[in-house]
């Protein structure tokens, strides 16, 4: 063996690419004039695969393993080539690493709120947000529909779109599954499913699968939200009349408030009233010549009376709240009678509104309707 071809086979190329970044999809081989000597070794790792480029035109790709570089395991170059014998030359190829393994941790949320329609609460806009896995299942496709020419695509580029395509699909979902708004916190893992399921034939036209797709919350406007709360608030509290009756407790027995302020300067009064009879009798007399008094106290104002007010059902819907005053109006206009369902805080259930002893009387006294 002469010297040259002892040279030629120490100086044989290794071509393998090593990641840290965790967010490179792809990456080129450089070498100057895109030169690669015959024999070289291909490594392609676990989670990688390697596509040859020659011309312009997508020739082989190897999946994980250690390969020579030569006309019998690159049958697609070497038809593009029309080596028929073999050759010992270099040959000029591109070589694209592409990172198989998953891409986690990739956020989607809607820009703007998804309108639907919830039974109980009617038209509601909702926002949503989360994460999903994406990987590279079609080395070829990928290369050709996405990357390009571009030497080093990372995840970042290709995310903008996926959660365009995520969004469009969510918000169609979303509006189609007829899933009341109280009810989707137990059910976002059915609507991942079927979210995956509907954006899966999108991204495999780019040679990539969504493995794992997470919905991490699903929220109303914060006016809705507060309003929400204020029911939720109400039926928390039950019956308004002892709740109120409550607060006026507490707040007599506050040594602060205005209401202990008001009851500690009607005992001082009385108890001064008391003492200056005590010190003079009705004419005069010295104080140890009359009877002692018994000092009066008054008693603590009464609590402003609270009013009821009643909420209807009317066609599967909620009206109201109504004080008594407006029901009686309505039963002149023939909105409101003895059948319909009423219900306030602190009564148990739907009742109808004539087997209410606090709003029948409103039919009692209701004229009768006119003559024909």
Known sequence: MGIFDFLTGEFIDVIHWTDDTRDTMVWRFEREGHEIKYGAKLTVREGQAAVFVHEGQLADVFGPGLYLLETNNMPVLTTLQHWDHGFNSPFKSEIYFINTTRFTDQKWGTKNPVICRDPEFGP??????????MRVVDPAKFLTEIVG????????????????????????VLASAGVPVLDMAANTADLGKLVTKAIDPLVAAYGLSISEFYIENISLPQAVEAVLDQRTAMGVVGDLNRYMQFNAAQALAQPGSAMGATMGATMGAGLAAGMGAMAAGP???????QPAAAPTMAPPPPPPPVEKVWHLAVNGQTQGPYGRGH???MV???????????WTAGQDGWQKAGLVAELAQLFTIAPPPPPV
Not at 124 to 133: K, Q
Not at 283 to 289: D, L, S
């Open 124 to 133: 509601v806009r909702l926002r949503a947000f989360g994460t999903y896995v």
């Open 149 to 172: 020419t571009d030497g080093e695509f990372t995840a970042d580029e290709i995310s903008f779109q996926i959660r365009n395509v995520i969004v469009q699909e969510f918000s169609r």
């Open 283 to 289: 004419w005069g007399a010295p104080a140890a010549a």
């Open 327 to 329: 029901l009686g109006r």
């Open 332 to 342: 002149h206009e023939g909105s409101f009678s003895r059948e319909t369902l009423v």
